[in-house]
């Protein structure tokens, strides 16, 4: 059996142990992030500790996740806090990777799709008069964009109705700057209403002005299995279950969710969870093309 010095291992014995380079473990001094347990002040030559292995290891498989040395730093260091710091940077991490296989999917349909010809869209002019909107400013990028919108919308009606302001189905999103999977973009979401209404938190109440407005109507990615009669005759069926359903219709709501579930054309293959204003939380597994699993209040 191989003897081991009782004053410690050296750096390359304790980097081959550890799986560091002798590169690596002199930036690790130098950080902070892995003292040698001992410098010997004559010849500089460095030793480590054998309870120091446990340490170097994690920091080795840190740094192969990408982890940035300050992060690590946080990690190892924060006490009985470590784990959660892990958790948060690593669902920073998923995030960012998401983000980066939408942008691939995203320009993988474009470039399957060069030569093919683009849709041909009707413009219409409409007027449009003028208005009272509450609404909200916040800030999304593509990834946050739909959830971002529907907590704000939320926001607005929740506002709205506590003061008994009239309010329809109807909202908008205006945009003030350009969101893309890696920026994050300034937009405003703006609910219609009559009734006297006072600012609130942060819903600012303002008159958006009659106007003159291009429009065209887009058909979506149903397009390519639907005849546009057909399309139409859908999108109109589920919009009024949404419209119902989130004005506190609990039968448009589990309506809404057998149609989810019995037609693959809306989203076929997976789970789909709704999350009401109301606080009621309804599951659908598509996969088996069944009725509301799990339904809870919040």
Known sequence: MRSIDLRGLTIGEFGRRAGLTVKALRLYEMSGLLPPAEVDAATGYRRYALSQLERARRIS???????????????????????????????????????????????????????????????????????KVASVHCEADQQSLLDTIQRARWDVRQVLESAAAATTAEHWVVYHGFVTPETVAPIEVCVPFTGAVE????????????????????????????????????????????????????????????????????????????????????????????????????
């Open 61 to 131: 498989l840190l740094r192969r996740l990408d982890m940035p040395l300050a992060v690590v730093a946080e990690v190892l260091d924060d006490g009985g806090e470590g784990a959660t710091l892990l958790d948060h940077w690593w669902a920073g991490q998923e995030q960012a990777i998401q983000t980066r296989r939408n942008s691939v999917s995203w320009l993988r349909t474009q470039l399957l799709a060069d030569g093919a010809a683009e849709p041909a869209y009707e413009v219409h002019r409409r007027h449009v008069p003028g208005v």
């Open 199 to 298: 600012p609130d938190r942060n819903v600012a109440i303002r008159r958006e002005p009659a106007h003159e407005q291009l429009y065209a109507t887009l058909f979506g990615a149903m397009a390519s299995t639907l005849g546009k009669s057909e399309e139409l005759a859908l999108i109109d069926e589920v919009a009024a279950l949404v419209i119902a359903a989130d004005e506190g219709d609990d039968a448009a709501e589990r309506a809404l969710a057998a149609r989810y579930a019995a037609d693959a054309r809306l989203h076929p293959g997976r789970m789909v969870t709704s999350r009401s204003p109301r606080g009621v939380v309804l599951e659908v597994d598509l996969t088996r093309n069944s009725l509301p699993v799990a339904v809870r209040e919040l």
